[in-house]
């Protein structure tokens, strides 16, 4: 797995926990991404295989 999610817009996004885990067929996944100024974004997923996600990250407001 990748270490960083890059966008062209963002910049370079650290990925700072996954967890796996789950019976049968593709395990259940949670990813967190954090950066400086934007809100901490946590996703779970039931379910995961090669299909791309998307994850869109909003600045946070202080």
Do not use: A, C
Request: a positive charge; charged letters at 20%; aromatic letters at 16%.
């Amino acid at each position: 797995m990748n270490q960083y999610i890059y966008t062209d817009s963002l910049g370079k996004f650290n990925i700072t926990g996954v967890t796996v885990g789950g019976w049968f067929g593709y395990p259940g996944m949670s990813v967190s991404f954090i950066k400086n100024d934007y809100k901490k974004v946590t996703k779970r997923y039931k379910n995961w295989n090669d299909v791309p996600i998307t994850i869109v990250l909003e600045k946070s407001i202080e």
